[in-house]
């Protein structure tokens, strides 16, 4: 596990400075706009360049120095942040400069997530994979609870261009620890499907949905995350500006919120990695998808109520991670090391297409569908005005209370699927 750890704690303080960024700019934009939509475009933005890499991205993960691969993401964030910088002090930063940034970012975030994720299989035995899978849930929850505070702390005393250079200070410490680890290769699988390398996309991808196609337990896991991938994108782009508009703008609330939200997120990564987790991992994935879905509708209902907030910010933290944890940890024993590259870019694909297209009208049907129908005197605030109150926010918490509570009725219900139910068994 040391090589692993040495890597998790460079990415840990990369992803600490990635978060101050996000966090500081989202509230720029935010103020600037004073609309869901252009947040959407954002995470849209991001998405596409992951969609259209991730086919050669699974090639290359396969084929050449996964350590390499990974050095290369990091230095195109930072170089992302740098033209943000320079933006800045030239006071030429625009909203359309972030869709750009994003879509760097997406794009080679890709190329090192896969080939970190693809590299955990050969750099821990296979009854650490949860743990390994909760070590990156702590990574990210913490990240919660340290980058609020410490990018309203940073953006008070220098402003935002003082939370890009943090940035950039974290992005050299994920390159150093990079630097010092050597990265195993995977031995050749031994599938029959496993075609000669190709650097073609059209090849990759044929291989993946085939490898995916032949086990009757990974499509059924596959469609499950499908519908959870659509569901959460279309809370989760709503989930900042819902909050932060039913907080009366209060950067602080918001902040405390999401701290709080990272607390309980990292207090469930902790317990996931030293319990290890569930024997049988769907449990994991079902029960933490319900009860995770379960806390967004009562951030649906919270309202203005930041005590509220904060303690199903707490509650639905716990859960997070653990339909990720657990379901990686499914995905990483009945994947063979040596194509997981190539399986795994698919399944990103096809899952990210979805999570896509639900950010890409989350927005939209918030600003012009949900929140005018929950102003006072439109047609839905007579019918959930008492449950959602009316005005700004009150359309975007009915819309994430919707959506949540199918995500909740699709959790519960894959118990009544057998090869969800039992897909570490079945082949």
Known sequence: MQTFLI?????????????????????????LTGQATP????????????????????????????????????????????ALLLLLLNDQLQIWHLYVSGAVSGLFGRIQGLANSASVSLLVPEKHYARASAFDSIKLSSSYIVTPAAA????????????????????????????LVTIPQPPQPNSALNPPSSDKALPSLLFGVRYL??????????????????????????????????????????????????????????????W??????IHGVLIGNTIWKAALIGLALAGSSVMTFIITGLIGGFCSPFPGSCGQAIWRTKVEPGVQGRVFATR??????????????????????????????????????D????????????????????????????????????VEVIS
């Not at 086990?215 to 279309?234: E, H, R, T």
């Open 7 to 31: 890597i998790w704690l460079g990415q840990f303080a990369s992803i600490l400075g990635s978060g101050m960024t996000n966090f500081a700019i989202t509230i720029w934009a935010w103020e």
């Open 39 to 82: 947040l959407s475009l954002i995470v849209v933005a991001t998405q596409i360049p992951k969609l259209l890499i991730s086919p050669f991205a699974g090639v290359w993960v396969d084929r050449f120095n996964r350590k390499y691969l990974m050095l290369l993401g990091d230095l195109a964030a930072g170089l992302s942040t740098i």
């Open 152 to 179: 309203g702390l940073v953006y008070a005393a220098a402003g935002l261009n003082g939370v890009f250079f943090v940035d950039l200070m974290t992005f050299g410490v994920a390159i150093a620890t990079l630097s």
């Open 213 to 274: 196609w032949q086990s009757a337990s990974l499509k059924v896991l596959l469609g499950f995350f499908i519908v959870n991938s659509f569901i959460d994108s279309i809370c989760f782009s709503n989930l900042f500006p819902m909050a932060f508009s039913r907080t009366s703008a209060d950067s602080s609330v918001l902040g405390s919120m999401f701290a709080f939200f990272g607390l309980g997120g990292l207090l469930g990564g902790v317990t996931l990695g030293i």
């Open 276 to 281: 290890g987790g569930p024997k049988r991992r």
């Open 348 to 385: 990103y694909l096809i899952i990210d297409l979805v999570g896509t297209s639900g950010a890409a009208i989350a927005g939209p049907l918030a600003d012009y569908v949900f929140e005018p129908a929950m102003q006072p005197g439109g047609p839905l605030a007579h019918l959930f005005g």
């Open 387 to 422: 449950i959602f109150g009316v005005g700004i926010g009150a359309g975007m918490a009915l819309q994430t209370a919707l959506f949540a509570s199918l995500g909740v009725l699709i959790a519960l219900g894959g118990y009544r699927v057998r090869r969800l139910r039992q």
